[in-house]
């Protein structure tokens, strides 16, 4: 945990990356920070420990790596307030039990990440919250849904697997009247394309599993609060317990240091192959919000710096029966492109997407849903992996 003072930064996003969160010269001029192994700190006499009056105390409540990581977060993000927690599912679920509580109604997006649907469904509805799940389009329509005791309204936006976007600020207008809370997963974008505070979110959640750590080794996430909300979010997580190890968080800050250019790549590459699927006959439709051609296009544009390397494509496939099976042969004639959950790291990714969870949000009906991570290999290396599947899902 860290409270550090957010002065506006003027330099570009790419040199923040490279600065953010450490002074080598608070450490002997090492470039990186140490890596502070801890629980127990000591006090130096009876008094110190009585009035807690030094900077560390216990290893919970922070120590200087993981402060180190959250000054850097608090940076990108331009909060008050950055708690560092074992998951990105934590960064979410923490972020609900800080706001919410029994007799409370909470409004949380249709494409939201699965797993953060079955916390809702299960845990806060035992705690007696009761969740609602609206349109990733509904904007400014949100408020017909605003009842006297909505407490908190999520966003995620692209949303997961089917990437649609939200219109951020004006749902967040419309949730500050009625005095909810606002949070946001942000994890497509990273602070580096979309910065949730700066249009109106008071929490601002990432998973740092992906982009930020970037090998797929390491699970983190981390959540930023405004001024206003700072407080409250500090006290769950120490109530909770629920904090980051030094050595995971060193490796996201490490990983922080080169997000920019590896954005860079996973944009450009995702994109070419996003227009390279758009116009092929055995696609029936890309979801990716920086093609033109899709719904949320504007919003994207308005708002958003860029678009990450995460996106899904629509199998043409004429009988329903057959989805799956075509889904399948598709997936196992990759090789370049693993079977795996989670993206963000260097290798590419590929699933077929379950949306059956969904309650207001229709699957496509035009063939099975593919998501691709497109990773830092070659992109002729991934087509040509890509004619593969196609090959076998018509072979069948
Ligand atoms: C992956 C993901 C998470 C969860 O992150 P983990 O660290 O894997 O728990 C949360 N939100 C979104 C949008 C994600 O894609």
Redesign the pocket.
């Known amino acids: 945990m860290s409270d550090n003072d957010h002065t506006p930064k003027t330099i570009g996003p790419n040199t923040q990356l490279v600065r953010a969160g450490y002074d080598p010269f608070d450490y002997h001029g090492f470039i990186n920070p140490p890596v502070v192994r801890a629980s127990t700190v000591l006090f130096p006499d009876a008094k110190a420990m009585e009035t807690h009056s030094q900077k560390y105390t216990y290893a919970t409540r922070g120590t200087p790596t993981t402060d180190a990581l959250c000054q850097a977060v608090n940076e990108l993000e331009g909060a008050a307030g950055t708690i560092i927690v074992p ?3 934590a960064a ?1 679920t923490l972020a609900f039990l800080a706001y919410l509580g029994p007799g409370d109604h909470a409004l949380v997006v249709d494409s939201v ?1 699965g797993n953060v649907r079955h916390f809702c469904d299960t845990m806060l509805k035992r705690f007696g919250v009761e969740v609602e799940y609206y349109h990733p389009s509904i904007g400014a329509g949100i408020e017909s849904l605003l009842k006297p005791n909505t407490r908190l309204v999520h966003l ?1 936006a692209p949303g ?1 697997n089917t990437f649609e976007m939200q219109d951020v600020p004006a749902i967040a207008a419309a949730a500050h009247r009625q005095g909810a809370v606002v949070t946001m ?1 942000n ?2 974008a990273t602070p580096l394309f979309f910065r949730p505070l700066d249009f109106g979110v008071d929490i601002s959640i990432q ?1 740092s ?2 982009y930020p750590a970037g090998h797929a080794d390491i ?1 983190l ?1 981390t959540v930023s609060a405004n001024a206003a909300h700072w407080k409250r979010l500090r006290q769950a997580n120490g109530a909770l317990g629920i904090c980051g190890a030094a050595d995971d968080a060193y490796q996201v800050l490490r990983g922080l240091r080169t997000m920019g250019v590896r954005l860079e790549r996973h944009q450009a590459s995702a994109l070419e192959i996003a227009q390279w699927l758009e116009d092929r006959g055995d696609v029936a439709r890309v979801l990716h919000p920086a093609l033109p051609s899709f719904p949320g296009h504007d919003l994207w544009k308005r708002d958003f710096k860029g678009a990450s390397g995460v996106f899904s494509f629509v199998l043409a496939v004429a009988r329903k029966e057959d989805f799956g099976r075509k889904a399948q042969a598709f997936l196992d004639a990759l090789s370049l492109f693993g079977l795996g959950y ?1 993206w963000g790291g260097f290798p590419s990714l590929a699933l077929h997407v379950n949306l059956d969870e969904r309650q207001i949000l229709q699957a496509p009906t035009e063939g099975p849903v593919l998501r691709l991570h497109i990773g830092l290999e070659d992109v002729a290396d991934l087509k040509a992996d890509l004619e593969k599947g196609f090959a076998a899902a018509q072979a069948i």
């Open positions: 998951s990105g599912l979410v990440y995620e997961s997963d994890t497509w998973g599993t992906k699970l996430g989670s």
